[in-house]
């Protein structure tokens, strides 16, 4: 797993439930999502991981292939569903897609010990970015962020792209 100079982990976000004390971890150059819950205040036990190097099954009709490549942030809807901005990339540490897609927002679900890919929108490729965040507004509209090339983007619900803003504060609808 050294194939990412000195970051073989590359911890992207951490976010702590204290409703049920859980740490949810995201490593981009892992391509797993992990749940942690703290037992000591050095330690903590594993409640599941999703992804490439996960312990739970990935349901997903749509791939044959891993469920995400160098994820980028993890976002919990609820205790039960997440958001990730997938970067898609072959190789996650110089973000090379190898031609296998373009980056996307990935909702998911952990149910019955296995990992359910509920919904996935691909970005469009002119507006392609890495590195983003991944948000559903409380409509289940869904916005992507991403700082390269400075881009945020509103979906519907069934995925069609609402609008755009570029750095240049200009708004394409």
């Known amino acids: 797993l050294d194939r990412c100079t000195n970051d073989t982990v590359h911890l992207n976000r951490a976010y702590w439930d204290p409703e049920i004390n859980i740490t949810y971890i995201s490593s981009r150059h892992l391509s797993t999502v992990f749940a942690v819950q703290p037992t000591t205040k050095s330690r903590g036990k594993l409640v599941w991981s999703c992804g490439l190097f996960g312990n739970l099954p990935v349901q997903d009709p749509s791939r044959t292939r891993p469920v995400w490549f160098g994820q980028h942030e993890v976002t919990p809807i ?5 958001v990730v901005f997938n970067n898609n990339a072959i190789n996650d540490c110089t973000l090379d897609t190898g031609g296998q897609g373009t980056p996307e927002i990935v ?5 019955d010990n296995q990992c359910i890919i509920l919904r996935r929108i691909q970005l469009p490729t002119e507006k392609t970015a890495f590195q983003g965040s991944a948000y559903i507004l409380p409509w289940y509209q869904w916005v992507a962020h991403a700082p390269k ?3 945020t983007l509103q979906f519907s619900t069934n995925g069609e792209l609402l609008w755009a803003i570029q750095q240049t504060d200009t708004v394409d609808a």
């Open 78 to 82: 609820n205790t039960t569903d997440f």
């Open 107 to 111: 909702h998911w679900r952990v149910e």
């Open 149 to 151: 090339p400075g881009v």
